[in-house]
């Protein structure tokens, strides 16, 4: 996941530290096709198997973090073309918005079952005997072996398996997956389907290879700032910790202002707004109107019940989501005013392509893209002095909302300040694989007025 400590989450900080420098300095803009070789210097590659295989993927990721597209591989072009088209105060995502790097990917095998070294030979063949399809023989030293041609995937000698010598090998992307969106290539790369994809990010946070990559916007963010316009951030209620263990909310605020933004607030005071106009539409809505009523404020959630269950779009929720109605708070203030959200995952970028957001919202930051413009202005935020003020004051309820089931339950908050007496059924879920499961027992009929919460992250 993001926040774990390792090579890859190393480099994604120091592309995005590298990408605010060049936005900072402005000028020439061609001083990129030096990033590489800054970020990888040296002779012999560390990581790959080529010191220039790693500085091509370098490349490919600094234009990815500026909102350009890969390049094509077969094609002879310059890390720095299209760059004029980018560096504006203003530029949406283009889809797709995440992307494979193909070079970068080790090409994993398709999901089938290994046996390991911890097979005992032992006499019993239990995973022999569990086979169905007789595609486990035994080798001369009595050890189990699967032939891959015979075996159908079902998993029954892994099971059978008294020394769990057996395990079940897939494609960490497509593990992470909810959506069975990821397939592969003629060259066993892998590959999206982006007409199942909702971006949910899982795939990129989770590929130990750092093969997938989403777009960015840091770069024209530092050119609104630059420019002098009002730019006001709105940032997710799971900042807690992501700054450092104990940083301040008036620490963050500190940095925020040396950076030159207007303005800092919370998304967690839309989220109120959230709760209010959800537990207003439930109450309205069930189970006279609809069986069942979902959250909307997660967008692969959202984006993946439509796709997936069309005939129950109507049962998502038509609130706007916190992001959105904390947008929409400060430009009715702030009349000429860029709005930059920040928060931990890649399907607020998604949600920010839609028109319909796109004059409330003007960029979307994940948290290590801050963090990159940070280190390019060397501010160190534990060591700030706290801003008196901090961040505005929002609810327990707001705040809850980056936890599992918190969404859910301010809405039932509400709901029980106004009618103490009714009781409402819940039910949540985290990870685009289980609120599948969700919405199919819905549909099934398990969840007829329930209020259910889905979350695209675990």
């Given amino acids: 996941m993001r926040n774990f400590k390792c090579y890859i989450a190393d480099l994604r900080k120091r592309v995005f530290a590298e990408v605010a420098r060049l936005a900072y ?19 012999v590659g560390n990581q790959r198997s080529s010191i220039f295989l790693e500085r091509a993927i370098v490349g490919e990721r600094i234009r990815l973090a500026m ?16 760059i004029e088209e980018s560096a504006v105060a203003e530029k949406y995502y283009d889809p797709p918005l995440v992307n494979i790097i193909k070079y970068a990917c080790n090409g994993c095998k398709p ?39 015979k075996c159908i995937k079902c998993g029954k000698c892994k099971d059978a398996c008294s020394y769990q010598a057996i395990i079940k090998f897939t494609r960490p992307c ?66 807690w910790g992501q700054f450092g263990d104990n940083v301040t909310p008036g620490q963050i605020k500190a940095a925020m202002q040396q950076l030159g933004f207007a303005a800092l607030e919370e998304v967690a005071v839309g989220a109120d707004l959230c709760a209010v106009e959800e537990a207003e539409e439930f109450l309205r809505m069930v189970p006279e109107k609809q069986p069942f009523m979902a959250t909307s404020c997660c967008p692969a959630w959202s984006s993946m019940a439509k796709k997936l269950y069309p005939e129950y779009r109507e049962c998502i929720s038509m609130a706007l989501t916190p992001m959105t109605l904390t947008a929409r708070l400060i430009k009715e203030q702030h009349k000429n005013a860029k709005v930059v959200f920040i928060g931990p995952c890649a399907a607020k970028k998604l949600e920010a392509m839609r028109k319909s957001v796109r004059s409330e919202v003007d960029f979307v930051l994940t948290f290590e893209e801050m963090m990159g413009i940070f280190e390019a202005k060397d501010i160190d935020v534990a060591s700030l002095t706290e801003e008196v003020e901090g961040i505005n004051d929002a609810s327990e309820d707001g705040r809850n909302f980056a936890v599992s089931g918190g969404v859910a339950q301010s809405v039932v908050n509400v709901i029980q300040e106004r009618y103490p007496e009714r009781e409402i059924k819940i039910a949540n879920a985290e990870g685009l694989r289980d609120c599948r499961k969700l919405l199919m027992m819905a549909k099934a009929g398990k969840y007829n007025g329930y209020l259910l919460e889905g979350m695209g992250c675990p």
């Fill in 25 to 43: 300095e402005g000028g020439d803009y061609r001083r990129m096709e030096k990033l590489p070789y800054e970020i990888v210097p040296g002779e």
């Fill in 174 to 239: 497509q593990e992470a997956c909810g959506m069975n969106a990821i397939g592969q290539d003629e060259y066993g790369h892998a590959c999206i389907d982006y007409d199942k994809c909702v971006s949910c990010g899982m795939c990129l946070v989770n590929c130990p290879f750092g093969a997938i990559v989403d777009k960015g916007q840091l770069f024209q963010l530092i050119h609104a700032i630059r420019q002098g316009d009002e730019v006001v951030a709105v940032i997710a209620p799971a900042f």
């Fill in 67 to 82: 909102g350009l597209p890969l390049r094509p591989v077969a094609e002879h072009s310059l890390l720095s073309d299209g």
């Fill in 111 to 149: 999901t089938h079952y290994e046996v390991t070294n911890a097979c005992q030979g032992c006499l019993s063949r239990h995973c022999q005997n569990a086979c169905p399809k007789n595609a486990i023989d035994i080798d001369r030293s009595g050890h189990a072996c699967i032939d891959q041609s």
